[in-house]
């Protein structure tokens, strides 16, 4: 014995099967079985076949077959042992039966039927649980069922159309799916049910079920109430029977009465079916107003099979007359119409009469409409002459009056039996007589004609000329779109001849163009319509309006093109011609155009334009324009647009007055050099200079806040070296301040250092010599007896300046920054101490007492100028040469360094100050500081000083002494 396969895999809720093969090892033939020895899961399991016949050495099979709960662990194995036997065990052989893991979602029903049973428009329920096999949770879990399988049917889960769940890993939860059968479902209908579970990443699963569809049954019957039969003959009553349940039955219908033979019918019927069954009924010569009944049953046999009998029954009235109409008791007649009808009349007395009298007669709302064609006059009334007990045909005539109202009206025909007054018969018609429509409308107020966005209003009279009330609906035909309108009423009833008036307002748009529009007023009533013609003439609207899409103020640089921009838009309802024009300063001053300043534009368009404006040259701004827009066709109809123009000038920056002191320096000595920045046309913020030395950068800097036609001085101090020089300055050399022009940017001059030379030694060795005389001759004014000693400050010689004041120096003292209007003398704010600024823009400190020697003259002796002027010069002239020929000048205090000047030198700047100083001995020089106001200097005023008595000779040691003595 050997299987297929001895391991073999099976999952949950799945069947799996073992193939034995096995050989019959005995001489003779004999049955063999296969058994389960042990280890075989508690599952649902078969063998088959049971028994196999072989013969020596014929092999046979046998399956083993398992069915795994849906409740199997994955994973779980089970070793089992199988035999084969005869009346002995022959052979062993162990296999092993493994649960498979399954992936994704599954869904198993809570019980293991597989056909579910249920009515018509019931529902029936499976609980299905839906098992997640992951070992991660499962997102949006949806269920869905296969609606082609089952058309009409309906599913909903716990109660709901739709159901999507997450479950957790190896999570499970039950749910609820009830089906509905629809009402007409068929008896034993059977649907096939599919639930589809989808999950994302994993295919679909399936739950699988049958519902059969019970069958209902069911029976109902439908007839009237009472019919009326023709005395003494046979007619047929037609009874509707229906099959309510689903399913195909068998009904048996039975009936009895007096005036019907009694009898039973077996008749088919499907599912849901509808028949008429019919019954002959004969009163006979019962009189006119005898009744009777039948009794009707219907039974369904199948349902009484089913041991659920279903049965239905009525019962049929009967009454008999004397007289019925050929035709329908309801008749049309229009105004003034007349027609005839037939009726079918017998006699019901029992005579051996063939024919017998009847008395005519007709009654009701307009019984004078209504007569019996051929009647005969018997006894002053209209009698007929009628067979008794077969029916004939006999006529009667209606005719409507010619203004009769429309409407319903009842008369009654009723006929009695002159031999038997009991027997009456009655027939009740009902006559309709058409309505005659007649709706007329007219206006009766109008409007001649309306400008756009007005109301142009109606008045229309409607009268109804018809014989009937009348209802119309009011409504509009052709009206444009996107116009309004409005009735007071829309819906009317008229009576007749009477008339109704209503008003129709209509908003006209306010772009509505000109012209005639007609439409129509349609009164729909309820038999004709009525349409009334409308003319509305919309004027001639002309209407502009205009506005700017860019700046209106305007400021740019001269010689530059602006744009203003505006739209103009043609508000009226007809095409235009837009003429522009301009007016204004703008308009005088510079170069102007329009894009166009003619344009034809069409009712609600917008068209752009523009006044293009060339900045002046010159700076008489701001320019003003007036753009005006103007129609046509209606020259009060104009719109001004203003706009302004300004001119953003550009400045000029130039350089002047370079001006280098002193002018011819010596090797060594500083040199300041000043220049002057200058602004037209505009200021200027900033700008930046650059100097070069002999083609060299030697500085730079910027210049800030200058005003428009204002300057700025700048100073630049450097060393004087041997030889000859150029010194430039450039303004805004890397071109970072736009300007109107460069060329004025650079100033230039060279200037010549000289060195000393040995060929002045004869000059120096005179000078010297000059300075030893005149140093004896100080030395003999200095032994002179009490003489008045005065100090006072030599007043500043003036000259013309050759840079331009002011500037701002430096205190030769203390350092502090001083400015200087002009030429002179000036005090120093901070230390007060007096220096000297010569027009080069030199500086030097002069706040030295001289002394100066006076004769004491009397008390009362009055001196004149002409008498003070000698000794001033010649104590001046001694003062002066004590300080050049004693070199006792007190050193000047500054930023520059003095350069030693020659004897020869010496001697013609002390020859020039003196003959200065007499003639500017008056002058008093005014200085003014960068922070504040310093005090005049005054030289005139002599200030008193207490008399000293010399005590050896003047300043410069035994200089004196020596002089003399040689």
Not at 181 to 189: G, I, L, M, N
Not at 385 to 402: E, K, L, M
Not at 556 to 582: C, K, M, P, R
Request: proline share 5%.
């Amino acid at each position: 014995m050997m299987a297929e396969k001895a391991v073999v895999n099976i999952l949950p809720g799945e069947n799996a099967s073992f193939l034995i093969e096995f050989l019959n090892p005995e001489e003779d033939t004999d049955v063999f079985s296969v058994s389960i020895l042990s280890g075989a899961p508690d599952w649902e399991n078969s063998i088959s076949p049971d028994n196999v016949s072989l013969s020596h050495d014929e092999i046979g099979y046998t399956w083993i077959n398992f069915t795994a709960p849906n409740t199997a662990t994955p994973g779980n194995s089970y070793m089992m042992e199988f035999a084969l036997n005869n009346n002995q065990t022959l052979d062993k052989l162990n296999v092993v039966l493994e649960v498979g893991a399954i992936r994704g979602a599954r869904l198993w029903s809570d019980s293991d039927a597989d056909l579910a049973y249920t009515n018509p428009d019931s529902t029936v329920y499976f609980d299905v649980r839906v098992v997640n096999y992951e070992p991660t949770s499962l997102d949006n879990i949806s269920l869905d069922y296969q609606s082609t399988l089952m058309p009409g049917w309906s599913v909903v889960y716990n109660n709901e159309s739709t159901w999507s769940r997450t479950l957790p890993a190896h999570g499970s939860t039950f749910v609820s799916i009830g089906v509905t059968s629809p009402s007409d479902a068929e008896a034993v209908e059977t649907v096939w049910l599919r639930i589809i579970a989808t999950v994302s990443g994993f295919d679909d699963t399936f739950f699988d079920t049958n519902i059969t569809v019970n069958q209902d049954f069911g029976v109902s019957i439908s007839s009237e109430s009472v019919t009326t039969l023709l005395g003494n003959v046979t007619q047929l009553v037609t009874i509707s029977i229906t099959n309510t349940g689903n399913g195909p039955d068998l009904f048996e219908v039975s009936y009895s009465g007096i005036w019907t033979e009694n009898g039973t019918e077996i008749i088919t019927f499907d599912g849901f079916e509808t028949k008429d069954f019919t019954l002959t009924v004969n009163s006979g010569l019962s009189a006119p107003g005898s009744q009777s009944n039948i009794f009707l049953q219907v039974n369904s046999t199948k349902s009484e099979i089913a041991g659920d009998s279903k049965i239905d029954s009525t019962v049929l009235s009967f009454i008999v007359t004397g007289m019925k109409p050929v035709g329908s008791q309801s008749i049309q007649l229009s105004q003034g119409e007349s027609s005839s009808f037939d009726l079918v009349i017998l006699s019901l007395i029992d005579s051996e009469s063939l024919t017998t009298r009847v008395i005519t007669e007709v009654n009701g709302d307009v019984y004078w409409w209504v007569n019996f064609d051929d009647t005969e006059e018997f006894e002053d009334k209209q009698t007929l002459i009628v067979p008794v007990g077969q029916p004939d045909i006999f006529s009667f005539t209606v005719t409507a009056p010619v203004d009769a109202e429309s409407g319903n009206y009842e008369f009654i025909l009723k006929i009695t039996d002159y031999n038997e007054p009991s027997h009456v018969s009655t027939l009740v018609y009902n006559l309709y007589v058409r309505q005659n429509f007649n709706i007329s409308a007219i206006s009766i107020s109008e409007p001649l004609s309306t400008n756009p966005g007005s109301t142009a209003d109606w008045n229309i009279r409607y009268t109804n000329n018809g014989n009937g009330d009348d209802q119309i609906t009011i409504s509009t035909v052709g009206v444009p779109e996107d116009w309004s309108y409005s009735f007071t009423e829309t819906v009317v009833v008229i009576q007749p001849y009477n008339l109704k008036d209503i008003g129709f307002s209509i908003n006209v748009p306010e772009n509505q163009l000109p012209g005639d529009y007609n439409f129509l007023i349609s009164a729909q009533s309820l038999g004709i319509t009525v349409n009334l013609s409308i003319n509305l003439t919309i004027n001639s609207v002309y209407q502009l309006s205009a506005s700017s899409t860019s700046l209106t103020e305007v400021t740019a640089l001269s010689g530059e093109t602006v744009y203003y921009q505006f739209e103009v838009t043609n508000d009226g309802n007809t095409a235009d011609t837009i003429l522009v024009s301009s007016t204004g300063s703008m308009i005088s001053s510079s170069s102007t155009d329009f894009q166009w300043t003619s344009r034809i534009i069409e009712p609600g368009v917008t068209e752009s334009n523009y006044l293009k404006a060339t900045v002046p040259q010159n700076n008489d701004g701001p320019w003003n324009a007036i753009v005006s827009i103007r129609s046509t066709f209606d020259e009060s109809m104009v719109v001004n647009l203003q706009y302004s123009l300004n001119a953003n000038l550009i400045p000029d920056a130039g350089i002047e007055n370079l001006a280098l002191s002193p002018s011819n320096p010596l090797p060594g000595e500083k040199v300041n050099a000043r220049f002057t920045v200058t602004s037209t046309n505009a200021p200027i913020d900033s700008v930046s200079y650059s100097i070069y030395i002999d083609g060299s950068i030697a500085g730079g800097g910027q210049v800030v806040g200058i005003e428009d036609g204002g300057n700025k001085v700048v100073t630049f101090t450097f060393m004087a070296e041997e030889g000859n020089h150029d010194f430039k300055v450039v303004l805004n050399p890397n071109s970072k301040l736009e300007e109107t022009d460069m060329s004025n940017n650079e100033i230039q001059m060279s200037f010549k250092v000289e060195g000393s030379s040995n060929s002045n030694l004869p000059i120096y060795i005179g000078v010297f010599a000059v300075i030893l005389v005149g140093g004896a001759v100080l030395y003999s004014y200095s032994k002179r007896e009490n003489k008045l000693i005065t100090k006072t400050k030599v007043a500043p010689i003036i000259q013309e300046s050759s840079v331009n004041f002011p500037l701002i120096l430096n205190c030769t003292q203390c350092g502090s920054r001083v400015r200087v209007a002009r030429p002179g003398s000036f005090r120093c704010p901070s230390c007060k101490v007096v220096s000297l600024v010569d027009s080069n823009g030199k500086i030097g400190n002069t706040e030295q007492e001289k002394e100066v020697v006076e004769k004491q003259l009397p008390p009362k002796s009055v001196i004149t100028s002409s008498k003070i002027e000698k000794p001033i010069s010649s104590t001046t002239r001694r003062r002066r040469m004590e300080e050049f020929l004693l070199d006792n000048t007190e050193e000047e205090k500054g930023e520059e360094t003095e350069v030693e000047l020659s004897a020869s030198e010496k001697l013609r700047l002390l020859k020039e100050e003196e003959n200065s100083a007499l003639d500017n001995s008056e002058k008093v020089q005014e200085v003014a500081t960068e922070d504040s106001k310093i005090n005049e200097v005054e030289p005139e005023k002599i200030q008193e000083k207490p008399k000293k008595k010399r005590k050896g000779p003047p300043k410069g040691g035994s200089f004196g002494p020596t002089v003399g003595g040689f």
